[in-house]
């Protein structure tokens, strides 16, 4: 309707009920009518209701009270063209254009006038459906006469909602979300006189560059939802929405989402398995000053149990405290511990700082948030590690090899242990490598080169067997400190090896304690005469001298006529005999000894000191602090003196005969002379 006539009418109408005598009528133009907006007022509403009228929300009330067209004796929705008990509305006020720009909102102003809103669906072909048992369309006109009476312009419609908020409550925890579906759309709410569009989400209902009067906000496409959890106070609370519509009709539906109207935190308690059967626990939530706000106990065999809901405040941090129950008959590093939380308003999760056994929740939002903790019994198991060395001591020059031995006693399998061995200087990774063997249900790596760094899983009763080998260095002379780490798994529990178990094997050089003595048998000798040598080599180790090396060496001229023969004592051992000088590779036990003999004839042309010397060499790689690189020892015979003649009966020429004669013999094998065994 073009603004002048409306002017003309009104004053009209206002003449006419003085010039009657009636009792004046309670009408007023719109706040916006003095600044040449030209829309009209509202017909008159029923007054506002008294405080007594309101319903008193609190934290535990039921969010679909703020639904509309919602029963709340059967939970419900009212009947059509019944008149809802909470939500009003005032309107229509309109022009031919609507507002300017038609996005434009304004609060109305303090003399306008709500009625309740009428209850039912005025255009079941156009409108959504209620997709909610327990809300439905409310409107200011009715279905029997839906015609919103803009005379085919736009108008713009205000819906309001009071109720006192409970002394309980505070203000700054409360949030109410809201679903909603709007003919055309809903363009803005206030809270106590503050909009809401730069605090929230969701408002306007009409996306940007769309013409909120026309737009269709009443099918499920272009349904809206918004969270309001600003500017809310004590006492009484007023809620305005504005509705944008274009002829005919006009409606809104509004419905709170299932949430919690303030914040409240609950917290689960989840025991997986028990070291004990006895083991139990207690869960505690604690407000900043620790005051228990709710606290949980397992007991028996229990697996979970969960808390009431507990109030809380926007802005506070709690805290969850997870202990031993008493009488429990382990420690809670026997558990794992895991905590989380989740707003499940949002179903978004909520970080948490700490650590078991105490984890802090910063509460941001007027949500529902929950929070579960999680004690896991960790596995038992009982690794032990042992080490040898072979050979020990070692050879240098030689292969040296670690045995590394890792058992688990325990009832449980260890996956994912772990064991480490650094080679000890002077030996090199370089030349080491290593394998391992793993007994049925078990693993490890199998095989590496260099230090051993693996992972491996011990079932309960099995074994892995590491064998890690290489060179000894020639000439290295220390004493070799092997030392082999097992961890087991960080979830395990171990009594043994939590923190590593160590194995060490120390193994020095073969050291050995060689000496040799000699001595002559026939010391002076007389040429053609029998002539022995005795040798005896020991051994004070502390290691037995195996593979040492043994030279004789007889004066000129007599090795063609001498032969050597050894003797062992037990647990030693040397060849039997030879011809000559003596060349011999011999073992010789720790304080065992070998004696060597030298024997034969005297050449009867030898006329100086006729000696023999016996030089001992220790095993390749052996130190022999007092008989390195090698010990010798000498035995020399010299010539006896001239024999005198005794004149007897034979005569000197007589003597020569003789002597003659047994030379023959000599030479040719005809004297039969006693030797020493072996010869």
């Known amino acids: ?14 003449g006419l009920a003085l010039s009657l005598g009636l009792a004046p009528v309670l009408l007023r133009l719109p706040f916006w009518a003095g600044a040449g907006a030209g829309r009209p007022a509202p017909a008159p509403t029923r007054a506002t209701l008294t405080g007594a009228g309101y319903p008193l929300i609190s934290c535990s009330s039921d969010p679909n009270l703020f639904n509309s067209g919602y029963d709340q004796a059967t939970g419900g929705v009212l009947p059509d063209n019944s008149q809802d008990a909470n939500w009003e509305v005032a309107g229509p006020y309109f022009n031919d254009a609507g507002t300017t720009p038609v996005t434009a909102t304004a609060y109305p102003a303090p003399a306008d ?13 156009a409108y959504a459906a209620s997709p ?13 006469s839906s015609n919103q009476g803009t005379g085919g312009g736009v108008g713009d419609w205000y819906y309001r909602y009071q109720f006192s908020l409970d002394p309980s409550v505070d203000p700054a925890t409360f949030r109410l979300a809201l679903n909603f579906m709007a003919d055309n759309s809903l363009a803005q709410v206030w809270v106590n006189g503050v909009a809401q569009s730069p605090l929230t989400t969701g408002l ?38 504005e509705l944008k519509s274009g002829a005919p009709i006009e409606a809104l539906q509004v419905r709170a989402q299932p949430t919690t109207l303030c914040p409240t935190l609950t917290e689960t308690l989840s025991v997986v398995g028990r070291v004990q059967p006895t083991d139990q626990f207690t869960l505690a939530l604690e407000d900043s000053s620790g005051a228990a706000l709710s606290s949980l106990t ?83 198991v009982k690794l032990a590690l042992s080490q040898t060395a072979s050979p020990n001591p070692y050879l240098g020059g030689q292969t040296l090899g670690f045995t590394l031995t890792v058992t688990n006693s325990g009832p449980d399998s260890a ?23 793993a007994s049925a249900g078990s693993s490890c790596g199998g095989a590496g080169s260099g230090s051993i760094s693996d992972h491996f899983d011990l079932a309960p009763g099995g074994t892995v067997t590491y064998l890690l080998s290489g060179p000894v ?18 979830q395990d529990i171990d009594p043994n090896c939590a923190a590593g178990c160590a194995a060490t094997v120390l193994t020095g050089p073969d050291t050995v304690g060689l000496s040799v003595s000699a001595g002559a048998g026939s010391d002076p000798y007389r040429p053609g005469s029998r002539l022995s040598y005795t040798f005896t080599v020991h051994n004070a180790g502390p290691s037995a001298a195996a593979g040492l090396w043994v030279a004789g060496t007889l004066s000129w001229g007599l090795a063609g006529a001498f032969r050597w023969s050894c003797q062992a004592s037990p647990g030693s051992s040397c060849s039997a005999s030879g011809v000559g000088d003596i060349a011999d590779t011999a073992s010789l036990a720790v304080g065992g000894t070998l004696t060597y003999y030298e024997v034969g004839r005297v050449p009867s042309w030898e006329s100086g000191v006729l000696g023999a010397t016996l030089t001992v060499s220790p095993p390749a790689g052996a130190l022999d602090p007092s008989c390195g690189p090698d010990c010798s020892a000498p035995a020399a015979a010299t010539l006896a ?39």
Do not use: H, K
């Not at 989380?340 to 700082?353: E, L, N, Y």
């Not at 260095?473 to 960080?490: D, H, R, Y």
């Not at 024999?643 to 007589?654: H, I, K, N, R």
């Open 132 to 144: 909610y048992s327990n809300s439905q369309w409310i409107s200011q006109q009715t279905i029997a």
């Open 298 to 380: 397992s007991a028996g065999s229990q697996t979970q149990l969960s808390s009431a809901p507990e109030l809380g405040v926007v802005g506070s941090s709690y805290r969850l405290v997870d202990a031993m129950a008493p009488g429990s008959a382990d420690p809670l590093s026997y558990y794992s511990l895991a905590a989380s939380c989740t707003d499940t308003t949002t179903g978004a999760a909520v970080p948490i700082t700490g650590s078991g056994p105490s984890w802090t929740l910063s509460v941001s939002l007027p949500d529902a948030y929950s929070c579960r903790v999680s004690n896991t019994a960790r596995p038992q």
């Open 641 to 679: 003196a001239s024999v005198p003649d005794t004149g007897t009966a034979f005569g000197p020429g007589l003597g020569l005969l003789l002597v003659g004669l047994l030379l023959a013999a000599l030479g040719s094998g005809m004297l039969l002379e006693r030797r020493p065994r072996g010869f």
């Open 113 to 125: 006038l709500f009625a309740p809103a009428n209850v039912g669906d005025l255009a079941p072909w």
């Open 1 to 14: 309707m073009p603004a002048s006539r409306w002017r003309q009418g009104l004053a009209l109408s206002l």
């Open 473 to 490: 260095p020639l000439g290295s002379t220390s004493q070799l400190s092997n030392t082999a780490v097992v961890t087991s798994p960080s």
């Open 204 to 241: 306007p209902q009409a996306p940007a560059g769309q013409n909120p009067y026309y737009y269709r906000g009443y099918n499920t496409a272009g349904r809206g939802s918004t969270s309001l959890s600003q500017s809310w106070q004590a006492g009484l609370n007023t809620i305005v929405a």
């Open 415 to 437: 996956l994912g242990a772990t064991l480490t061995d650094t080679l000890p200087a002077p030996l090199s990774p370089a030349g080491f490598s290593w394998v391992c063997a």
